[in-house]
């Protein structure tokens, strides 16, 4: 009779042993079974790794994911429309790198349209250059994959000693490489390349504002990436506070959009040089209004204490320290650390330690009626040794024969911008003179 009910039960638990499924127990886990003992009479040998039986790879650690998405509606300021031949060109171009692109954007005159050009059009003879920038992941494999690709992209030197080499030039602050003056579907374009981390940690923190400081005025978003989206609403809303703290109670949407776009030029050494058109603030935003009014209203009437209806041009915001002080305390931290340490060298200012009352040290600073300068001051700290880094890189990353053709073009802007700058200068009075006063 035990022997026949042993036999029924034999099929059962044949069947539970290969079972799929996970038995569920209100109980508490068995543990473990325990590692194989090793005895030292063991005589197996270890396994000889070959191509044909490699070692299994490494596992690989999902603690810090990528973002993966953003809702729609996120960041919608930051996608501003441009004409489709424009965009169908810009994609095109983007399309035929076969290096792994995560975020890309172009910007400049042949995007948007700027004051002192004859014609917008970058296939047209005298058309301006199409500008990029290419965020990616690791730079060296980026432009192995693109030199090989892309030959004369580069220069000699920079093909003879490779990818490595391109990549370490590029991690010298602020952390770009520009491959200039190359033609692509029968334009002239221009791009830079830089990585996701360098991009995000400048769009934050305003480590160089190279970076942050283009993406301050318009650009097209061309490949989107959530995490670059996320750090640029951010990038645009410190802009903002820069800007409110540096004007006064009451002013146009045009001063407010020159104070931004300027925030990259001052303390530029290019600016200083017969290398850059010195009018090229104001030829931005007199044709880009209202791109910048897209990019930076449902930023601006998001604050406290700031007041723009849609329908109008002017604008109001509280003055006050207690107001101020919101907008001090929450700029990038380069920035913020300048400010911090310029008071922090002037005890004559009786500027009271934060560790005693941090809310009377940020009320105390904002009230201060030199802060407006030292901001601007420390804006121009920021920028100036980056500047001029990337200036020096260019004659490696263009190369001799490219340098001397860029630069000869820059001189002529220049000329063109310094010889129009008295009928500049008397249109911008004039419309300040139109403007509202504080």
């Given at each position: 009779m035990i022997s026949r009910t042993h036999a029924r039960r034999i099929p059962t638990l044949v069947a539970r042993s290969l079972s799929?499924?996970?038995?569920?127990?209100?109980?508490?886990?068995?543990?473990?079974?325990?590692?194989?003992?090793?005895?030292?009479?063991?005589?197996?040998?270890?396994?000889?790794?070959?191509?044909?039986?490699?070692?299994?790879?490494?596992?690989?650690?999902?603690?810090?994911?990528?973002?993966?998405?953003?809702?729609?509606?996120f960041g919608r300021n930051q996608f501003l429309p441009v004409a489709d031949s424009t965009r169908a060109?810009?994609?095109?171009?983007?399309?035929?790198?076969?290096?792994?692109?995560?975020?890309?954007?172009?910007?400049?005159?042949?995007?948007?349209?700027?004051?002192?050009?004859?014609?917008?059009n970058p296939a047209s003879k005298d058309g301006p250059m199409l500008d990029f920038m290419f965020a990616v992941t690791h730079a060296d494999h980026w432009h192995s994959i693109n030199m090989h690709q892309y030959p004369g992209h580069y220069p000699l030197g920079a093909r003879m000693l490779g990818s490595s080499f391109v990549a370490k030039v590029e991690d010298i602050p602020p952390g770009v490489w520009f491959n200039s003056m190359v033609q692509m579907?029968?334009?002239?374009?221009?791009?830079?390349?830089?990585?996701?981390?360098?991009?995000?940690?400048?769009?934050?923190?305003?480590?160089?504002?190279?970076?942050?400081?283009?993406?301050?005025?318009?650009?097209?978003?061309?490949?989107?990436?959530?995490?670059?989206?996320l750090t640029q609403q951010v990038n645009l809303t410190s802009a903002v506070r820069t800007a409110l703290l540096t004007l006064p109670d009451g002013f146009s949407e045009t001063e407010l959009f020159e104070r931004i776009a300027g925030f990259s030029y001052g303390g530029d050494v290019r600016m200083l040089l017969p290398a850059e058109n010195r009018g090229k603030v104001g030829n931005i935003v007199r044709k880009q209004a209202p791109q910048f009014k897209e990019l930076y209203h449902r930023l601006v009437v998001a604050l406290p204490g700031v007041h723009w209806p849609a329908h109008s041009s002017t604008i109001q915001q509280d003055t006050s320290p207690h107001a101020r002080a919101a907008h001090l305390r929450k700029l990038p931290s380069n920035l913020l650390k300048g400010v911090t340490g310029h008071y922090a060298s002037?005890?004559?200012?009786?500027?009271?330690?934060?560790e005693a009352d941090e809310a009377v040290y940020w009320t105390k600073l904002a009230g201060d009626p030199a802060l407006p300068t030292?901001?601007?001051?420390?804006?121009?700290?920021?920028?100036?040794?980056?500047?001029?880094?990337?200036?020096?890189?260019?004659?490696?990353?263009?190369?001799?024969?490219?340098?001397?053709?860029?630069?000869?073009?820059?001189?002529?802007?220049?000329?063109?911008?310094s010889g129009s700058g008295s009928s500049t200068a008397s249109s911008s009075s004039s419309s300040s003179s139109s403007s509202p006063k504080p």
């Amino acid at each position: 009779m035990i022997s026949r009910t042993h036999a029924r039960r034999i099929p059962t638990l044949v069947a539970r042993s290969l079972s799929t499924e996970t038995a569920t127990s209100s109980g508490p886990h068995p543990p473990p079974p325990p590692p194989p003992s090793q005895t030292k009479h063991s005589t197996a040998k270890p396994l000889t790794r070959t191509r044909l039986n490699p070692a299994p790879r490494p596992s690989v650690s999902h603690r810090h994911q990528v973002l993966a998405s953003l809702p729609p509606s996120f960041g919608r300021n930051q996608f501003l429309p441009v004409a489709d031949s424009t965009r169908a060109l810009l994609e095109s171009i983007v399309a035929k790198f076969e290096a792994p692109i995560r975020y890309a954007f172009a910007y400049g005159s042949g995007v948007f349209e700027q004051d002192g050009y004859t014609t917008s059009n970058p296939a047209s003879k005298d058309g301006p250059m199409l500008d990029f920038m290419f965020a990616v992941t690791h730079a060296d494999h980026w432009h192995s994959i693109n030199m090989h690709q892309y030959p004369g992209h580069y220069p000699l030197g920079a093909r003879m000693l490779g990818s490595s080499f391109v990549a370490k030039v590029e991690d010298i602050p602020p952390g770009v490489w520009f491959n200039s003056m190359v033609q692509m579907n029968g334009v002239t374009i221009k791009y830079g390349v830089t990585t996701v981390d360098n991009l995000c940690s400048d769009l934050l923190n305003w480590k160089s504002l190279y970076l942050s400081g283009r993406m301050h005025k318009p650009i097209r978003i061309i490949k989107d990436d959530a995490r670059v989206r996320l750090t640029q609403q951010v990038n645009l809303t410190s802009a903002v506070r820069t800007a409110l703290l540096t004007l006064p109670d009451g002013f146009s949407e045009t001063e407010l959009f020159e104070r931004i776009a300027g925030f990259s030029y001052g303390g530029d050494v290019r600016m200083l040089l017969p290398a850059e058109n010195r009018g090229k603030v104001g030829n931005i935003v007199r044709k880009q209004a209202p791109q910048f009014k897209e990019l930076y209203h449902r930023l601006v009437v998001a604050l406290p204490g700031v007041h723009w209806p849609a329908h109008s041009s002017t604008i109001q915001q509280d003055t006050s320290p207690h107001a101020r002080a919101a907008h001090l305390r929450k700029l990038p931290s380069n920035l913020l650390k300048g400010v911090t340490g310029h008071y922090a060298s002037q005890p004559s200012l009786s500027i009271p330690p934060k560790e005693a009352d941090e809310a009377v040290y940020w009320t105390k600073l904002a009230g201060d009626p030199a802060l407006p300068t030292v901001i601007e001051k420390e804006l121009h700290r920021i920028v100036r040794y980056p500047s001029a880094i990337q200036t020096l890189k260019g004659l490696v990353s263009a190369g001799p024969v490219k340098s001397v053709r860029y630069s000869a073009e820059k001189v002529a802007k220049w000329w063109k911008g310094s010889g129009s700058g008295s009928s500049t200068a008397s249109s911008s009075s004039s419309s300040s003179s139109s403007s509202p006063k504080p």
